[in-house]
């Protein structure tokens, strides 16, 4: 398996458009986490879904964030509109039943001027 | 809620030396109690975890200690190597959530 995928690897957009954020896990997962990575903040869980039903979004910043998984495959995280405090990386990982080994993707680096 | 901090946000070692890496925590409900490593550009990578029930468990060249009396929770590296140089998180893990805490940057000085 080539792990976590995510993309893009990098996005630079401007304040105001909408921005989506894609992972694809590891093929049997079960879990998937979304996370945000900034220095101030280290990183933040926004997300996380058992078998494509969120479980707890409570890390979710505001409604301006949304995140779906149509299928075991593949989940997006958008931001609409985008604001430059949304400027950080962004990381997708996957655990199998949920366990502690979870494997991450290698992140979206976002900045929005 | 849960909230995981670090005493250090930074640790220099000589190689060779001995490093430790420190945690505290406030939930005691957690189940498991995990350490991960960043290396720059990165995502997050797993060490080791060790269960609530458990005060010490080792793996290769790595020792995780656990003292839930005072809710602290260590990462030792023997004979720590520049490949080591990285951010290292602890982690909470409870019926499949995880949540980290912010991280300690440990360089290795040759």
């Known amino acids: 398996d080539a792990g976590v995928i995510q993309s893009p690897r990098h996005e630079v957009t401007e304040m105001g458009q909408e921005v989506t954020l894609r992972c694809k896990p590891i093929?049997?997962?079960?879990?998937l986490f979304w996370y945000r990575q900034t220095m101030m903040r280290g990183l933040e869980l926004l997300i996380y879904f058992n078998n494509n039903v969120p479980i707890d979004d409570s890390g979710m910043p505001e409604d301006r964030f949304s995140a779906k998984m149509p299928n075991a495959s593949f989940s997006t995280l958008k931001i609409q509109p985008s604001e430059p405090r949304d400027s950080a990386v962004y990381f997708c990982a996957s655990t199998f039943q949920g366990g502690t080994e979870a494997f991450f993707g290698q992140g979206t680096r976002l900045t929005v001027v | 809620g849960e909230s995981v901090g670090l005493h250090l946000p930074t640790l220099s070692v000589q190689e060779g030396d001995n490093s430790i890496i420190n945690c505290a925590y406030s939930n005691s409900a957690s189940d498991y109690f995990i350490w991960y490593k960043q290396e720059s550009g990165k995502g997050p990578q797993f060490i080791i975890d060790?269960?609530?029930?458990?005060d010490k468990r080792q793996g290769q060249r790595v020792t995780v200690l656990l003292n839930k009396t005072v809710k602290h929770l260590s990462l030792q590296i023997a004979a720590t190597q520049p490949g080591d140089s990285a951010v290292y998180f602890c982690a909470l893990g409870s019926q499949g959530n995880l949540i980290f805490g912010k991280g300690t940057k440990l360089s290795v000085k040759p």
């Open positions: 060790i269960r609530s029930n458990m």
């Open positions: 093929s049997g997962h079960d879990y």
